[in-house]
């Protein structure tokens, strides 16, 4: 009776571990790619590719992973829970500095922010000091460009306070007066504009013209493993580029629903959002400078050699 009770147990046993190793050898084999990315219409390229089954057609599976800002996404690429991320170059050059394994392949968009507050008697950031300004957190490039904005104005982050909040938050607490103002990413701007009428202080190329903003990023480990899958990921987000630059407005059928305040004012939003898709040398350039405004506002500390930053599919 002993014998066969052991016998049971290390049936059992086997058959558990051979589960395990079929498990774990076929998550490995498949070609499933984790993507994260943040709900903006700046990663609008993602769900015109996703949804228009561009991936599928490639031969690539691929699992949507959405994060509130740029730093969370990051943090998800650091530990490997994600391989590519559609995120903002500011949490992106702070992950890299921080000895995070990631490269850019690709633009995305430049611009697409804006400062908005409840009160139409506010006409500039100087207006706002010793207000409570709302962004999506300090990793992000909206906390960036208010910094910027606040100095080029003779003013300090310290001038005013600055709560990280929950980007689909932050209306609701514009509108109840939770806060005074938000710097934040498309549609939210459009939102608070167009449907909630708030006031519009300044769009982000009125504070930084031509600025990059989201890029797509690989991690090092998915280059190493994947650069098959890595060279069709950079040439499917080129072809919902090109397709979102033909037909904006019909591409508003491929968004998530809930990034899309009405039909009407997301067609606008998509029809004058400046597209990326190349890692050409002007925008590399572009994240030259950019990189440098940030060191000079003590949000990096040095800047990124091409080799450590870019990875051409």
């Not at 207006?127 to 910094?147: F, V, W």
């Given at each position: 009776?002993?014998?066969?009770?052991?016998?049971?147990?290390?049936?059992?046993?086997?058959?558990?571990?051979?589960?395990?190793?079929?498990?774990?050898?076929?998550?490995?084999?498949?070609?499933?790619?984790?993507?994260?990315?943040?709900?903006?219409?700046?990663?609008?390229?993602?769900?015109?590719?996703?949804?228009?089954?561009?991936?599928?057609?490639?031969?690539?599976?691929?699992?949507?992973?959405?994060?509130?800002?740029?730093?969370?996404?990051?943090?998800?690429?650091?530990?490997?829970?994600?391989?590519?991320?559609?995120?903002?170059?500011?949490?992106?050059?702070?992950?890299?500095?921080?000895?995070?394994?990631?490269?850019?392949?690709?633009?995305?968009?430049?611009?697409?922010?804006?400062?908005?507050?409840?009160?139409?008697?506010?006409?500039?950031i100087t207006d706002l000091?010793?207000?409570?300004?709302?962004?999506?957190?300090?990793?992000?490039?909206?906390?960036?460009?208010?910094?910027?904005?606040?100095?080029?104005?003779?003013?300090?982050?310290?001038?005013?306070?600055?709560?990280?909040?929950?980007?689909?938050?932050?209306?609701?607490?514009?509108?109840?007066?939770?806060?005074?103002?938000?710097?934040?990413?498309?549609?939210?701007?459009?939102?608070?504009?167009?449907?909630?009428?708030?006031?519009?202080?300044?769009?982000?190329?009125?504070i930084l013209s031509n600025?990059?903003?989201?890029?797509?990023?690989?991690?090092?480990?998915?280059?190493?493993?994947?650069?098959?899958?890595?060279?069709?990921?950079?040439?499917?987000?080129?072809?919902?580029?090109?397709?979102?630059?033909?037909?904006?407005?019909?591409?508003?059928?491929?968004?998530?629903?809930?990034?899309?305040?009405?039909?009407?004012?997301?067609?606008?939003?998509?029809?004058?959002?400046?597209?990326?898709?190349?890692?050409?040398?002007?925008?590399?350039?572009?994240?030259?400078?950019?990189?440098?405004?940030?060191?000079?506002?003590?949000?990096?500390?040095?800047?990124?050699?091409?080799?450590?930053?870019?990875?051409?599919?």
């Amino acid at each position: 009776m002993v014998n066969k009770k052991y016998i049971g147990i290390a049936v059992v046993l086997l058959i558990i571990i051979a589960g395990a190793v079929f498990y774990f050898t076929s998550s490995n084999d498949d070609n499933t790619v984790s993507i994260g990315y943040l709900p903006s219409d700046h990663d609008a390229a993602l769900f015109v590719a996703n949804a228009s089954n561009m991936y599928t057609d490639a031969g690539l599976k691929v699992e949507l992973h959405e994060y509130n800002n740029g730093g969370d996404l990051m943090t998800a690429m650091a530990s490997g829970t994600v391989d590519v991320g559609y995120v903002g170059i500011t949490p992106v050059l702070s992950s890299i500095q921080k000895g995070v394994p990631v490269k850019v392949i690709a633009g995305a968009q430049t611009e697409g922010s804006g400062l908005v507050t409840k009160d139409p008697n506010i006409k500039s950031i100087t207006d706002l000091k010793g207000k409570k300004i709302a962004t999506p957190g300090e990793a992000s490039i909206q906390y960036m460009l208010l910094k910027y904005d606040l100095k080029k104005h003779g003013m300090s982050i310290n001038d005013i306070t600055s709560p990280s909040m929950k980007v689909a938050s932050m209306n609701d607490a514009l509108k109840t007066g939770s806060i005074d103002a938000m710097l934040t990413y498309e549609p939210y701007v459009s939102i608070a504009t167009q449907v909630n009428n708030q006031t519009l202080i300044e769009d982000s190329s009125s504070i930084l013209s031509n600025h990059p903003c989201c890029v797509v990023a690989v991690s090092q480990s998915f280059i190493d493993k994947h650069p098959q899958q890595v060279q069709k990921i950079a040439d499917i987000h080129k072809k919902a580029t090109e397709k979102l630059e033909s037909d904006p407005e019909g591409c508003v059928q491929y968004l998530p629903k809930n990034i899309v305040p009405n039909e009407t004012v997301e067609k606008g939003i998509l029809s004058n959002m400046s597209w990326v898709s190349d890692l050409n040398d002007t925008y590399k350039d572009n994240i030259h400078t950019f990189m440098n405004t940030e060191k000079d506002l003590g949000i990096i500390n040095n800047t990124i050699s091409d080799d450590k930053l870019f990875y051409t599919a």
